[in-house]
């Protein structure tokens, strides 16, 4: 395989690379020094050794699953000492992600903050078999445990998403709907359609990190909430806000002139809001820039 060759096959599968480092870390700056350094140890290789390479594909997996396990245990450590609540980076994502139901519900920041709750190497195997369908042969290979003991790892973090993870898959109408009506009444001060648009039990969760203003712990029930809300129209500099696509669904973008970009994502159950996540660490929106290229 040549030189040119070697680059080729790594570039199409940059996009599938990068969501399993992603789905991994929950970082996207993370998941970009992961790929790099993937594509690196692919170079390495040299011609003839990637020639004898069966499965380029599956080969550049097992690198960027490595990767990833190491440096989530180490980023593992670093999330115990976080100021306030931790949250996902957000993605801008092209709207065909959310064509592809399953990898749409994997990269929302709702299911991102599921995989959070799992040690490293389970959520490396959920990752890999129930997002990408990988043999068990090759997750056992990517992990360094045998076969056995990834179907039971991978039962135990089936067993502990499935009791964690959002209960409803909504559409693309239904969702945007929803996000349309929170934003009306979150512009306009209407604390009724606030009222309409979130569950009684609704939960706010604000990743700040210490850099931007926001709740350290999370905000239960609507009254709570809104009560955070209501003072938004009022500001002196008013606030553009869009719909964007983020982590392939439809989410609000908010740029303040003064408290600086939030990214919002919404988790909506039977109509209403259950849960709200706002992402306003600066060093967390590099991801928002442009759109990014997810696959599996």
Known sequence: MTSSGATDLFVTHRSLLFTVAYEMLGSAADAEDVVQEAWLRWADLGAEAQAEVRDPRAYCVRIVTR?????LRTLSRRREEYVGEWLPEPLLTVPDVA????LAESVSIAMLTVLESLAPVERAVFVLREVFDAPYDEIAEAVG????????IGSRARSHVAA??????????EQQLVVERFVAAVTTG????????????????????????????PVNGA?????????????AV??????????????????DEVGGPTLVSLE?????????????????????????????
């Open 67 to 71: 990767q990833a396990l190491n440096r």
């Open 99 to 102: 064509e592809d139901v399953e």
């Open 145 to 152: 445990k045998s076969s056995a003991a990834v179907r039971q």
């Open 164 to 173: 964690r993870r959002p209960r409803t898959q909504v559409g693309r109408t």
């Open 190 to 217: 209407d604390v009724q359609g606030l009222m309409d648009v979130l569950a009684p039990d609704v939960v706010l969760v604000a990743d700040g990190g210490g850099f931007a203003n926001a709740v350290r712990v």
């Open 223 to 235: 009254k709570k909430v809104i009560n955070l809300l209501r003072p938004f129209p009022q500001v």
């Open 238 to 255: 008013g606030p553009r806000i869009a719909l964007v696509w983020l982590n392939g669904g439809l989410g609000v973008r908010i740029d």
């Open 268 to 296: 909506i159950e039977d109509g209403r809001i259950v849960r709200i996540f706002a992402m306003r660490n600066p060093h967390k929106l590099g991801g928002v820039a442009t759109e990014t290229e997810l696959a599996r």
